[in-house]
């Protein structure tokens, strides 16, 4: 059951936010605009436990090219320069990404589009990252927003289990624009959770829930950080289990 090795925020982009240095508590539109050409370097880590003991750890250094910039859609590109991880069970940890290229699409509210080109990813590599993609845990309002504000956003995801099965995670988010002090814009999110589908041979059905902040610099035309963690309340062929994933991701200067 590699649940924790693909629901990851690790997501996975550069990000902006319009405006400079707006005052506090005035009204500002938050919208993705990055340079095409501009770089990002960040390192992610996560943490699964099920029933309180930690299953699965991963540390990814990943570096993130912009290569264009449309109105509809912006491309980037995801190297990663290093992974590495822990598995309490065979499998859990994922396959191992080091070396491997990617890239991805997002509209100007940073939701994305999924994978455009897989790049050197194996096919469970692709899979794994593709589900990642469709879980950040992120997306940027409509329209002008004050501190205090918030917006919400939906989110399906189609995981993949062991065994060959497949997880599908519907998610209900709300965002709230907690403050912007300078070139900083801090959002909180909270979320709620709904996940069926078959692993190992099993039917696994869970309702759960997600919180977590996300920094943006504006100066810096991209994410500061964003950290989440989901919680799940599972039901494994009919025997209740919990599950826990904490994903943190930073820029590194």
Known sequence: MRIGATVRSTAVAAVAVLCAAPVCGQATTLRLMPAEGQVSRYVIEAETSVAGSVMSTQKIYRTETVTSVAADVIEIQAVVDSSSSTEAVPGMGGPDLSGMSYSFGVDARYRVSGLT??????????????????????????????????????????????????????????????????????????????????????????????????????????????????????????????????TTRGIIP
């Open 117 to 246: 080109d897989a790049g050197t990813l194996s096919p469970e590599a692709e899979a794994g990252v593709g589900a990642m993609l469709g879980s950040s845990f992120f997306e940027l309002p409509e329209g002008e927003v004050s501190p205090g504000d918030s917006w919400s956003g939906q989110v399906t995801t189609e995981i993949p289990a062991a065994g060959g099965g497949t997880l599908t995670t519907e998610t209900e988010m709300t965002y709230t624009l907690v403050s912007v002090d300078g070139d900083i814009a801090e959002i909180s999110l909270e979320g709620t959770l709904t996940m069926s589908g078959n692993a190992g041979g099993m039917q696994m059905d869970g309702t759960g829930g997600v919180s977590g902040t996300a920094v943006f610099d504006a100066g810096q035309s991209r994410l500061h950080s964003h950290e989440s963690v989901m919680t799940v309340d599972l039901s494994v062929g009919g025997m209740p289990m919990s599950m826990q994933t904490s």
